[in-house]
Structures are given as structure tokens and as C-alpha cells.
């Protein structure tokens, strides 16, 4: 089985550099660019299922990379974490090393833990792993939760620095699941 794993595009609360957490953001035009950019890369895939978070940065980027060549399911178990009171605050005011503490498992603000966010990711692995085993999934998520798939998927101990890996927007990597 593979899982390619894609951030969704810029949005105008990515380029002004403030927290969008949950709130429903559209892609902005640099978004769509980044998206039909990535869609020529990826238009020779054959990807069986396209799993989306149901926000609508994401389901837009996922109909921009797959259309409706390939059917699509949104998960709530991708949906971006929760950034309670720092919602559409400075990402200034966000201690990334603190709240992506496994240890630590902050929640001051709100902030949903990093471990909730690892046991959903979790989870959805569990089902698609089992659902589609000798498949191509496409997974098109947000920031946290595609950096939680990708460590689950690296099989990285979750104590060590959990920000070693950069999810840009329309960031794309591919595992082979075993």
C-alpha cells in the first residue's frame, strides 16, 4: 500500500502569518498556483481513494489535484488542530516547542494536545491501512495533522523533536506502507 500525503495551499491566513486552526479559510490565489503546480507532478497517479479534512482549504486542494477522477471521502479525523483562544492570532504568540511537546501534552489556551492529534492520526491510519490494503491513498490534510501522519508513518519516537520536517503548503510525500 502507498499513502501520498499532501498539505493543503496557501491561504490568506497562511501569507499573513496568523493561526486558522479550524476556521473554514478558501485557498488564496497563490494556493490555487501551488495546487495545479502539484497536480501536474501527481497526474500520472493512480490514486484509489482521496481522503480530504472536510474545511474547505482542503477539499479544495483536493479537487484541484484529483478532480473527480478519483472519489473522495472527508474524514473529521483529518481536520487541523484545534488552536482554541490563539485562533486567528499571530503565530507569534504560538510556542510551537511547547504545544509539539509529546510530553508536555500542552493545553493552555485551548490548544488541542499533541497527543489527541497523534490519537486521531492514528486511528484514521488504523482504518485506511485495513480498508484499502494494497491501494494509493491520497490523504490531503493541514499542518499538524499531515505532521503527525508523517511521523507515524516514519515510525518516529514521538519524545524526540517532532518539528524536524517542514510541512509547507502543498507539501507531498509518499510512504510504502507495509
Known amino acids: 500500500m502507498k499513502i501520498t500525503l499532501v498539505r493543503h495551499g496557501q491561504t490568506e491566513f497562511n501569507y499573513q502569518n496568523v493561526l486558522q486552526g479550524r476556521s473554514n479559510q478558501q485557498l488564496n490565489d497563490t494556493g490555487r498556483r501551488q495546487c495545479q503546480k502539484l497536480r501536474e507532478k501527481l497526474r500520472d497517479i493512480d490514486f484509489s481513494f482521496c481522503y480530504m479534512s472536510p474545511l474547505i482549504r482542503t477539499v479544495e486542494t483536493a479537487f484541484i489535484l484529483v478532480g473527480d477522477r478519483v472519489q473522495t471521502f472527508p474524514d473529521n479525523r483529518l481536520i487541523e488542530r484545534n488552536m482554541g483562544n490563539l485562533e486567528g492570532k499571530s503565530r507569534e504568540m504560538y510556542d510551537v516547542k511547547k504545544y509539539w511537546n509529546y510530553d508536555l501534552n500542552s493545553s493552555d489556551f485551548?490548544?488541542?494536545?499533541?497527543?489527541?492529534?497523534?490519537?486521531?492520526?492514528?486511528?484514521?491510519?488504523?482504518?485506511?491501512?485495513?480498508?484499502?490494503?494494497?491501494?494509493?491513498?491520497?490523504?490531503?490534510?493541514?499542518?499538524?495533522?499531515?505532521?503527525?501522519?508523517?511521523?507515524?508513518?516514519?515510525?518516529?519516537?514521538?519524545?524526540?523533536?517532532?518539528?524536524?520536517?517542514?510541512?509547507?503548503?502543498?507539501?507531498?510525500?509518499?510512504?510504502?506502507?507495509?
Open 110 to 178: 485551548g490548544v488541542e494536545p499533541v497527543r489527541d492529534v497523534f490519537a486521531r492520526c492514528q486511528d484514521f491510519l488504523n482504518y485506511v491501512i485495513k480498508k484499502h490494503p494494497n491501494e494509493h491513498i491520497l490523504v490531503v490534510a493541514h499542518g499538524a495533522t499531515i505532521r503527525a501522519l508523517y511521523h507515524l508513518l516514519h515510525h518516529s519516537n514521538l519524545r524526540d523533536n517532532l518539528l524536524n520536517v517542514d510541512i509547507i503548503n502543498c507539501y507531498c510525500k509518499t510512504f510504502e506502507v507495509k
